[in-house]
């Protein structure tokens, strides 16, 4: 069976890795900046943002918590703002570009797997 991908937000109809991209860019011009995935085989994936960076986070079962890093990015970036209004503020390292950010999500929805130059790290 093919793993399908729905985005948390009452709708039932899964997302295509052919428009997941332009379906994410089109939410945070709408300042969506939370997003998440559920995937039919239990997996979620989310996705913050403050626009210019993003979180990537995989949570899978059996391998745990994943998320895409950008090792030796210094500094930290603020306005990943949750969709509970809570305001967070993420090491630039924990955190990849935005444009790096939709290619992973797309990878992941069309594949179900990291890309295989993705960097990431196992949160346990």
């Known amino acids: 069976m093919i793993e399908s991908w729905i985005i948390d937000d009452d709708s039932t109809a ?12 089109t939410r945070v011009d709408e300042r969506q900046l939370e997003t998440w995935l559920t995937s ?19 949570f899978d079962g059996e391998d745990g918590e994943q998320h ?4 030796g990015a210094g500094g930290s970036s603020e306005g990943f703002v949750l969709s509970n209004g809570q305001h ?10 935005i444009g790096e950010a939709f290619r992973l999500v797309e990878h992941i929805v069309s594949t179900g ?5 993705a960097r ?5």
């Open 14 to 25: 899964p997302v295509s890795s052919d428009v997941v991209r332009e379906t994410f860019r």
């Open 40 to 58: 039919s085989s239990g997996r979620s994936l989310a996705f913050v943002t403050n626009t210019e960076r993003a979180m990537v986070v995989l």
């Open 68 to 71: 895409a890093v950008d090792p």
């Open 88 to 97: 967070d503020e993420y090491l630039d390292e924990d955190t990849v570009p």
């Open 113 to 117: 797997s990291w890309p295989e130059d």
């Open 120 to 124: 990431w790290v196992v949160d346990r």
